[in-house]
């Protein structure tokens, strides 16, 4: 049967039976809307002369378009041929107690409640949308105990929610959906109180629900699911909210046509039955189980808590669960995840789980993001599958040794707040000629190109940092700046492929944010509490090829321990992608002449005046205005490198630095301070 004679069929049937339910042949009262033409409370707007009661069965056709402002009563209501129904702010609309369905709408018309719609104690739905009709609340809508669904939609028609509404007791399905309907929430919908039935029921696979505002559900006895998606598609948009409590089936139920897509926050807090009879089956109930054919996708945060001896999570034949790169998972009660057949659970967000025993995996668990799991994370007989994955032009690479557990990668792509996961398993701490790193890089060639990053997390007995270095083996020349999330930081430099690396520590106050930056054969390493103002730390010259490779490292200092470090507002500058034409080799000439050089210029806080090769001599360094008049001055010894200097509190104009040697001529570098 197609949908549209499925309709019709559904349409005299309702007809059938509102009118068998008041025991009339006849409607009771009828709009012809010869009084004012839009007020129900216009005696002269009905053909009997009169206003309906609470026993007056009250059919309004006709295009007509009816206004309630003040309370006002029916047995029952139908809806028909683009009728427009509307309850404003100060009215208020009320069924109590009839035999059949409370309101029937269909035929394209519609319900814009602004005000109270109470409906009690109805012997069949509470109210049936059928025929692109519509309703619309703004204000209070309640069900309470109908007989069967609280809202029964068919036929594409549409209930969109902008204020607070209640269904509760209901015997049958609190919303129950097919052909192509729809609903969408902006505002509050609780659920309570239901007996072996589902407070949202999808059941065609062109069914959507949207939800964006907050849903609760409560108390679902004798095995009732929370949601379920038989058919069509379930999202929980970035601003949705939905809490389940106390749901004694399956809190999250997807089968074989159905979708369920999670952009913001969903709780599932339920007390499970471990089996239980259903329509002479015996099956679990679990926090989420996703049958055959199913699919969910999380980017936003699901958390499960579970009472109960059933899974979290469970996966039947194949269906198919992503935590995606933003998405996170929180089961917060000792109970497994479990998955059958051919399902497949692919995380690339965050997996966190307390259980402590050993997950069943018959299917495919790719891990591509970060599992937490204090017990370690078991699962058996079918290992995790690596599916890590980071963003376009990187690559992760194992630089020496990883150690016993080895080196992860990870990328949790989610907008501004994206980060980079690499976990080093690997001892660098005590390595002198080779280093021993997780390594997640790009491959740039260019002789300006600056890194920079914000160490969110360094797991205990390790280091995170930025680190380049030359293309090669794991002896190769590079430069690295690390934290361990002290004030300490662990600034490494190899002067020549092969020797010993040099390792030097400098105190910095809350270095949170790292930049490695290559300015010709200078490399620069600098720290900042706030991500806009930059220390500097040290400088090191290091003359490297063109292409060099720079990125994000890790590593522990105690064997058979893997530290998880995390990145976010990673930025790369300058440079240009290999292939990349080599310049020419740098030569004696070029590598002994001595240039003095001012960096950043112009600059608006910290400026760092720096020589390729040192210092051959003691130097009186003075800073002077465009009047000749003297800033500061300061001697720096042979052998000194660079100098850091405070220009903050200059006002913007021309500056001089004046460079004096003994037996040398003066040299004159000019600074723009700007603001």
């Not at 929610?161 to 015997?171: D, Q």
């Not at 020496?400 to 976990?423: D, I, K, M, P, R």
């Not at 809350?510 to 600098?526: D, E, K, M, T």
């Not at 990125?551 to 321990?561: E, K, Q, V, W």
Request: hydrophobic residues 35%.
């Amino acid at each position: 049967m197609n949908c549209k004679n499925a309709t019709l069929l559904k349409t005299l049937l309702v007809s059938a039976l509102v009118l068998i339910s008041t025991g009339l042949f006849a409607l009771d009262i009828t709009w012809i809307g010869e009084g004012d033409g839009t007020s129900w409370h216009d005696a002269d707007n009905w053909d009997t002369g009169t206003i309906p009661t609470s026993e007056d069965f009250v059919n309004i056709s006709g295009a007509a378009m009816v206004i309630i402002n003040s309370p006002a009563e029916a047995y029952t209501l139908l809806l028909d041929e683009d009728a427009i129904l509307t309850i404003s702010n100060t009215g208020q609309l009320s069924f109590d107690g009839n035999s059949g369905q409370a309101i029937v709408a269909f035929d394209n018309s519609r319900i814009n409640n602004h005000g109270t719609l109470a409906i009690s104690l109805s012997g069949s739905d509470g109210i049936s949308l059928l025929d692109l009709a519509s309703l619309v609340n703004h204000n209070i809508l309640t069900i309470l105990s109908p007989e069967g669904d609280g809202i029964d939609m068919v036929g594409q028609s549409t209930f969109t929610n902008h204020g607070n509404a209640t269904i509760k007791g209901a015997e049958e399905e609190g919303i129950d959906m097919e052909e192509e309907s729809k609903c969408f929430n902006y505002g509050f919908i609780r659920f309570e109180l239901m007996d072996d039935f589902d407070p949202v029921d999808m059941n065609d696979e062109d069914t959507r629900f949207e939800n964006h505002g907050t849903i609760e559900i409560v108390n679902i006895i004798n095995g009732g699911e929370g949601i379920e998606v038989a058919a069509g598609i379930f999202i929980n948009k970035a601003t949705g909210s939905i809490s389940m409590t106390t749901v004694t089936g399956d809190a999250l139920r997807v089968q074989e046509d159905g979708t369920f897509i999670n952009e913001g926050y969903v709780s599932i807090s339920f007390n499970p039955i471990e089996e239980q009879e259903v329509e002479g089956q015996e099956e679990d109930n679990n926090g989420i189980e996703i049958e055959c054919g199913g699919v969910l996708r999380n980017e936003g945060i699901i958390e499960i808590t579970n009472n109960g001896p059933t899974d979290a999570i469970e996966l039947e034949c194949d269906a198919e669960l992503v935590n995606e790169s933003c998405g996170e998972i929180y089961i917060l009660t000792n109970n497994k995840i479990d998955i059958e057949s051919t399902g497949t659970f692919t995380n690339y967000g965050i997996l966190s789980t307390i259980f402590n025993g050993v997950n069943t995996n018959n299917g495919t668990f790719i891990n591509g993001g970060q599992i937490i799991a204090p017990s370690g994370f078991q699962v058996a007989p079918n290992a995790v599958i690596d599916g890590a994955t980071l963003p376009e032009g990187w690559q992760s690479s194992d630089i020496g040794n990883s150690g016993s557990l080895g080196n992860n990668f990870g990328f949790l792509g989610c907008e501004e707040e994206a980060e980079f996961v690499v976990a080093g398993g690997g001892n660098n701490a005590t390595s002198t000629t080779s280093d021993n790193v997780a390594f997640a890089y790009q491959t740039l060639c260019g002789n300006n190109i600056t890194i920079t990053a914000k160490i969110e997390n360094v797991t205990p007995n390790g280091y995170g940092g930025l680190m380049i270095r030359e293309i090669g083996g794991a002896d190769s020349k590079q430069v690295s700046i690390f934290s361990n999330q002290s004030s300490s930081l662990r600034h490494e430099t190899r002067y020549l492929t092969g020797a010993n690396k040099v390792v030097q520590n400098f105190v910095k106050p809350s270095p949170i944010w790292l930049r490695l930056q290559r300015q010709g054969n200078w490399v620069f390493a600098y720290s900042s509490s706030n991500g806009v103002s930059f220390q500097y730390v040290h400088a090191v010259y290091l003359p490297l090829s063109n292409c060099i490779e720079i990125g994000l490292a890790s590593f522990t200092y105690l064997p058979n321990t893997q530290t998880d470090a995390s990145f976010s507002h990673v930025e790369i500058t300058g440079g240009v992608m290999m292939p990349y034409v080599e310049a020419p080799a740098i030569t004696e000439a070029t590598t002994i002449k001595q240039t003095p050089a001012l960096y950043p210029n112009p600059a608006n806080d910290m400026v760092n005046l720096v020589f390729e090769n040192g210092l051959s001599k003691d130097a009186i360094i003075t800073l002077r205005n465009q009047l000749g008049q003297v800033i500061e001055q300061r001697e720096l010894q042979a052998g000194d490198f660079a100098t850091e200097w405070n220009v903050n509190t200059l006002t913007d104009g021309l500056y001089f630095f004046e460079i004096w040697q003994d037996g040398k001529e003066r040299q004159i570098l000019e600074l723009v301070k700007t603001k």
